[in-house]
């Protein structure tokens, strides 16, 4: 990506902590309700779920699709910002 | 699984969710690997499910992370042996044939033979190297290969001997006496700061240096993951006290030498190195960024907005606010880029912004008038070019040096305060006080009214005291401190402890008698004082009388029967409203009053003094001995103490106006040398004249109590023997200046023993008698034999204590050596 957001730059550059799913880049009002309604109030939960379809993208992006709804646009950010959170800290 | 009932087996994912937060499950992912565990949980909930004692599933689940674990360890048992395998990069050849390891021993061990060196199966040669340590093995596809590799000779790593004794040899230093911590250790303290609890985080700090600092005496990377220390976490997460107390701990000598302690035993720690190392560390410490950003703790906490941490963080002098973060940012450009209401914005932005102070410069001997220096910037106080500019060549010339600073403020209100300073406003009461001061104090005039105007204007006020060598504010609690640490030292010195005890308990009971003589004085009965005195005291009872429905009548105090507070820390302040009305016949009695108060305070001067033993204080002696009004002091105090309540906003008013007052009363009456007071006329006169009221009301009470019992009190001479004051055993004007700046701060016996013991009997004289105490020579700066000494922790405003204390000696040293020339 030849530029990334601010969202995606605050969120990939320290621990995640206790962040909402929210702070996740590309997961705004409508997603971080619908995901937090399903369960995954947290970022640490979407980033289970991401390690658990072992960081791929197809499926990743086919979950955030059938879970929530989510666009590839939207689904893409949250990978790579997931993605880019992992090679840091993991 | 079979005993999840097939009506919430059957449940689609949404549904299944609904019901889960029915029972009070909060909403949680539903995956396949997730559902069946919820379902089960449901079905618990519900009641379907019996529990045995010990849930079946969990055991067996159990059992299999065991097995798991087992394998994988041995797993990497098998994966560390074939790592040389694997590099050598022959991999195809275990799936040619037979592989042979041979093991090699170390020559003198002939114990085994040739054949029993050499494995067919990597687990057994494996096993048979762990009992052997100096073994060393090697992979075969041909047996005599391996043989030949056996028989071999090892080849000794002679260089590794070597180097390792050498390095013994080289570092003499021994090894640190505290163990290494893991990294559960550090994640533990990671956590106490994010929980804010300071009491553990100290416990564990103090318990183990090296929680703090590491093998190579930097900072310890609480989260290595993202580089931060303890600072960057304590920022993130808002805990000022911790920012406090690990700066406060970093820059505790005794820590570091806890921590080097092994390392020279013998020698004591070399000051310069000790202060480098504690430079070092905390530069590390505050301007170490982290690895996401690139930040300093002091980025994270305006990043978030944390206002405290902030202040905290920025008062340090070594704390860098130019540093960049990864987008090119200082901290100043991410304020509160982080929080979504930007309340604290300004608040952080004047953190940033040159700060100012406004300096006192005095000769160090006082032979020149001192005068407000110009502004300085925190720049000049941090970078050490404190040194003032010498006017003339004149080696004789005084050295100059600055006396007290406030600040830092804005540049606006620096100027303010510089030319309000400088030229008090000429109109207002306000004018006329400072210019009394300015002339009646010669030590102590200019730094009072600062003080002062420092106070009005809630600005950090700091002040250097010859007695402690450093710069302190006696309104704070670091001053006090200060203060306390320098009494306790004082009263070491004159005493062994058991004495000091005996001191103690001499001023508890004094001080019960205190509250006997202040309830007695609270309901001034003249019966009960008529039945004990003489006829004398009956018309002093009259008097009193009359001079109490003069108080009433000006409604300026009440006469409360139960004394509220009789250890009050405030001095009694005698600041008034002026009552209008204006009783001239009142007066006229009054003036009868203490005309007769003076004389029978001689008579008992005359009788005191031929009892005293101690009477070699020259300069009060000629009128009034200190060690006589002790009692009637105190009594005057704790009445006004027990007026408090009724004045008190006057009481919180300005404390030097009074003194002011005073000091004009105690030139008039010291210049006629007579006894009677001539009553003022000025346009204060009634403010003037109720502060002596004041004083008279309480003198008159002693003098009806001098024939009761009561007597025992006045006879006594215990302020020379047993309190310490500042500059020794004699109250002097230090005393005084002290008081004065402590001014109204409250003072907790019990958290500062040894100051309130001594402002108790400090405050135990007459106003008069302290204005008589002398300068004592040793007041006189030795601007050059006495270096302030760099206080132990950061001041939260007042920081410049430390650098101005390093800064201070050099010039002055330099100086000195000219001087001698």
Known sequence: MSSTS????????????EKGVREIAGIGEVLGK???????????????????LKKNEELFLDWMKEEVGANKKQGGDAYSCLKQWCEAFL | MTEIPESIAKLTNDELRKQLIKVGIQPV????????????????????????EKDPSKEKYDGLQEKTSAELSSHALVKYGTENEENSGDKTAEKKGKIFYAVQVSSNENLFSVEQLIFDDKQSALSFLMKNKDARFKRFLDRNEAKDFVKQPPLVCKGDDQTTTESKAVGSEKPNNFKALKQTDLTKLAQCIEKNDVELFNTFVWGNPRYLISAGDAPVLLKPNVRYNALHIASKFNRPNIVEKLLAILQEPAFHELMYASNSACTKVDENILTQRIDRIVDLYLNTPEKGFYETPLHIACKF???????????????????????????????????????????????FRDQYFVPLVRSHDNSMPPSVGKLLTTGDISHGSLDLPRDSDDPTAPVLVVNALAGPMASQEAKEMQRSWTTPDKKGICGRRFRDIRRSDVDRGEERIGRE????????????????QNFADFTTDDGLTQLETYLIKQTERKYSPPSSDIEVSVFESSDDSLKELCSQMGDVSVDENVSKTGTTCKHYDNIAKEHESVTKSRGLYSVTSTPTNTRTPHTPLMENKTSPNNVTSKEKQLFFLRETLIKVRKEQMFRLSENLSTGNSTETSTRHHPNMTPPLQKMSSSYISVNAPVSNSDVTGDLSSKISDLACNEKESSSDNGSIRSLPKSSEGSSDDSSDLKRLLPAFN????????LTQYSNDNFHSKLTVYLTGDEPSKIDRDVILAISDTEISAAKYPHVWTWMKSVLSYSEDDRLKWSTPKSTIRRGVSSFPTPLGTPLKFAWPASPLAKTRHTPLKSLQNTELF
């Open chain 1, 6 to 17: 601010q969202k995606h730059k605050e969120f990939v550059g320290e621990p995640m902590g």
């Open chain 1, 34 to 52: 619908r995901l937090t309604d399903k369960g995954y109030d947290k970022a640490y939960v979407v980033l289970g779920q991401f390690l658990i």
């Open chain 2, 29 to 52: 992912p539903l995956t396949p690997t997730t559902k069946k565990l919820y379902q089960k949980k449901l079905a618990g909930r519900l009641g379907t499910l019996t529990f045995s």
């Open chain 2, 305 to 351: 907005g944390f206002v405290d941490v902030v202040i905290e963080l920025s008062s340090h002098p070594l704390c860098c606010k130019t540093m960049k973060n990864k987008f090119d940012q200082t901290p100043s450009d991410v304020i509160c880029g982080r929080r979504k209401d930007p309340s604290a914005k300004s608040q952080i932005e004047s953190f």
């Open chain 2, 453 to 468: 105007l420092a106070k009005k204007a809630q600005i950090p006020w700091l002040e250097y005291w010859d007695f402690l």
């Open chain 2, 702 to 709: 002693h003098s009806g109590n001098t024939t009761t019992p």
